[in-house]
């Protein structure tokens, strides 16, 4: 009886413990079952006039002077030593498009970013898929090619979208993930 009743007050503890530590970190960190897109932009950041809105699913990225920037990225991810091109990677975009904006940035092991943009839209459908048939991607170390011939792997960060051209483009159906069609969430 003795036992038993040691037992369950152990058990009581734990349970404390764990709600109280459940309590510390839900307030620290969303829910592990999704990472958030969330904007960012140069007027939030103190540099320049570029804003980041978001309604719904879509995000609208003004950017009103050159130099202006803004875009969306993912809260808490870490990609890290996955090739580029196993990623799950797409947006809708309608807008301003141009010179490389807006695009997709992923961090490379080793340094330097690979770009994913209007270029990697083969059939001309508003959707940028890294997955889609002909899709040309570049990155800052010089390659420009079809994606599925890039052998970049990830760097240790998150991928973001951004754009930095004069304008305004709308983005939408992001993805921005390391989880295959149907489970990802990012
Ligand atoms: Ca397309």
């Not at 103190?46 to 803004?70: A, I, K």
């Not at 270029?119 to 800052?140: K, Q, T, Y």
């Not at 890039?150 to 983005?171: L, R």
């Amino acid at each position: 009886m003795f036992k038993r009743l040691t037992a369950l007050l152990a058990g009581a503890a734990l349970v404390a413990i764990a709600s109280v530590s459940l309590g510390t970190s839900a307030q620290a960190a969303p829910s592990p079952k999704s990472n958030p897109l969330l904007c960012f932009d140069g007027a939030s950041e103190g540099s320049g006039n570029g804003t980041c809105v978001r309604q719904g699913s879509s995000f609208t990225l003004t950017n009103p002077e050159p130099g202006d920037y803004s875009g969306v990225y993912v809260e808490n991810q870490s990609l890290g030593g996955l090739p580029v091109r196993s990623l799950v990677l797409s947006y809708t975009y309608a807008g301003t498009v141009g010179g490389g904006s807006p695009r997709i940035s992923v961090p490379l092991a080793g340094g330097g970013y690979a770009y994913v943009d209007a270029a990697c839209d083969a059939n001309l459908d508003g959707v940028v898929n890294l997955a889609e048939p002909g899709c040309i991607i570049s990155d800052s170390n010089g390659f420009y090619g079809l994606a599925a011939d890039y052998t970049g792997v990830t760097g240790t960060s998150y991928a973001f979208i951004v754009a930095d051209q004069p304008g305004t483009v709308v983005v939408s159906e992001i993805k921005l993930g390391r989880t295959p069609p149907g489970k990802n969430k990012g």
